[in-house]
């Protein structure tokens, strides 16, 4: 059984830095073996899709709001797919969720979110 724990959130300043890290287990291959990425789920808004990492290739994806602050990375040995997230404003204020993703090559990954964590809160707010 698929089961994803995030971890890392926290209150951040506007302008600052957060690492989530989301640890893996119940997989049945390699964890770059699968396509995995975040999304963000904010009080009255949908929830959005924020990077996406491509099995294999390891290739990056991400959302146009987050590009040059975020960065998606993996460490296959200790199964865990990490979000280092820099330059943070008020607007990445969310609940954010690790997961895998259906598609392989990140293809449509905001739809594509297959099992997810518990989540972990970010708050930016001076």
């Known amino acids: 059984q698929v089961q994803l724990v995030e971890s890392g959130g926290g209150l951040a300043q506007p302008g600052g830095s957060l690492r989530l890290s989301c640890v893996a287990s119940g997989f049945s291959k390699d964890l770059d073996s699968y396509a995995m990425g975040w999304f963000r789920q904010a009080p009255g808004k949908e929830r959005e899709g924020v990077s996406c990492?491509?099995?294999?290739?390891?290739?990056?994806y991400y959302v146009d709001s987050v590009k040059g602050r975020f960065t998606i990375s993996r460490d296959n040995a200790k199964s865990t797919v990490f979000l280092q997230m820099n330059s943070l404003n008020p607007e990445d204020t969310a609940v954010y969720y690790c997961g895998t993703v259906r598609t392989l090559d990140c293809s449509g990954y905001a739809d594509e979110f297959d099992s997810w964590g518990q989540g972990t809160q970010v708050t930016v707010s001076s």
């Open positions: 990492i491509s099995a294999r290739d390891g290739f990056t």
